[in-house]
């Protein structure tokens, strides 16, 4: 079965840093995973992905610099890391991994079907 579980969340201060955890289970090798964050009341957010095989990195473009995408080099390659640095205020929001198969657009919330609990994150200024 398959299953998604963040972690890592928390509060910090503007300027500080986290490193959220994504681990998947179940999945095929083909899947697609990618991050994204939700302020309760607006749509989801795309923050980042990364291709498969060629472990290329995608960033939304608020966070782009700031963020690092990484993955697990173990071989099972089960794990992703969301490195925050610099966080502002306006990055607080529900941080959510998910994944999916055949997706087209990589940035739209809608083409993963598969989605963990989340995990806070708020940034105090």
């Known amino acids: 079965q398959e299953r998604l579980v963040e972690s890592g969340g928390g509060l910090v201060q503007a300027g500080g840093s986290l490193r959220l955890s994504c681990v998947r289970a179940g999945f095929a090798s083909t899947a697609d995973t990618a991050w994204f964050r939700e302020v309760p009341g607006t749509d989801r957010e795309f923050v980042a992905r990364?291709?498969?095989?060629?472990?290329?990195?995608?960033?939304g473009g608020s966070v782009k610099g700031r963020f690092t995408i990484s993955r697990d080099a173990a071989a099972a390659k089960n794990t992703e890391y969301l490195q925050m640095n610099n966080l502002e205020p306006e990055d607080t929001a529900i941080y959510f991994c998910?994944?999916?198969?055949?997706?087209?657009?990589?940035?739209?919330?809608?083409?993963?079907?598969?989605w963990g609990q989340g995990t806070q994150v708020t940034v105090s200024s």
């Open positions: 990364m291709t498969r095989g060629d472990e290329v990195a995608d960033y």
């Open positions: 998910a994944a999916g198969y055949g997706v087209r657009d990589n940035r739209s919330p809608t083409q993963y079907y598969y």
